[in-house]
């Protein structure tokens, strides 16, 4: 079972560039969300699409976009890269009609921004 | 809103001793309840779950009971091994969430052999 892929696992940038993380999920849940976990900070939510064609800003929005391209797949894009950006990144998806449900996490996008 | 508030760590036991993690929340309604776990390079996975009052989660020796009474979740398991070191997030979704989930901060277990 894959569960949740995201790719790259990690990747380096200079300032200024642009990159998209991107996710996908195979167990047909309608809930995905982008997570950036730091030290000290636990998990903070950037973005979450609650089903396909809708997408909603969490609580660290700025500085990044999301698409969700179809049902499987929930892309984070950073348009102009920032140091502040460095960080690992978390995709997860959920079957979002039933609260009891769990979130499943993807391994994570380790992102160094010099 | 929806809030959930663990013990900060790190966690130093040595092996073989008895774990409390403490957890509280504050919510509208009846969300459930869930323990996650993060081992070193890897994302969160679900370790035990609760989705009513008085309802107790267990996986892998670790155990938790929803009481609402007090508003706690806390996590325990009687004898932790090295293999527990990790990081364990205490988290709540629903009712009035949303589709959002609710992590605490985390709390940080060594286990010394």
């Known amino acids: 079972n894959a569960g949740v892929t995201q790719t790259p696992k990690f990747q380096v940038l200079k300032t200024g560039q642009s990159m998209t993380l991107q996710c996908a999920q195979d167990m047909n849940h309608n809930s995905m969300y982008w997570y950036r976990q730091d030290p000290g900070m636990g998990l903070r939510l950037i973005y979450y699409s609650a089903s396909e064609g809708t997408t909603d800003k969490g609580e660290v929005p700025n500085g990044y976009n999301v698409s969700r391209l179809n049902k499987r797949e929930f892309s984070l894009r950073l348009e102009s890269a920032a140091p502040s950006q460095t960080s690992v990144y978390f995709c997860?998806?959920?079957?979002?009609?039933?609260?009891?449900?769990?979130?499943?996490f993807g391994d994570g996008t380790r992102l160094s921004i010099l | 809103g929806n809030s959930v508030t663990q013990m900060e760590g790190p966690v130093t036991l040595s092996e073989e001793a008895f774990l409390t993690i403490n957890c509280t929340y504050t919510?509208?309604?009846?969300?459930?309840l869930f323990w996650y776990v993060q081992y070193p390079g890897e994302g969160l996975q679900l370790l035990l779950k609760?989705?009513?009052?008085?309802d107790k989660g267990s996986n892998k020796g670790f155990e938790a009971t929803y009481r609402k009474e007090t508003t706690s979740f806390h996590l325990e398991k009687g004898s932790v091994q090295v293999s527990d070191s990790a990081v364990y997030f205490c988290a709540l979704s629903g009712p009035t969430g949303g589709f959002k989930t609710i992590f605490g901060a985390g709390t940080r277990l060594f286990v010394k052999a």
């Open positions: 919510a509208t309604g009846y969300p459930s």
């Open positions: 997860a998806s959920r079957d979002g009609s039933n609260p009891n449900q769990p979130q499943h």
């Open positions: 609760a989705t009513k009052a008085d």
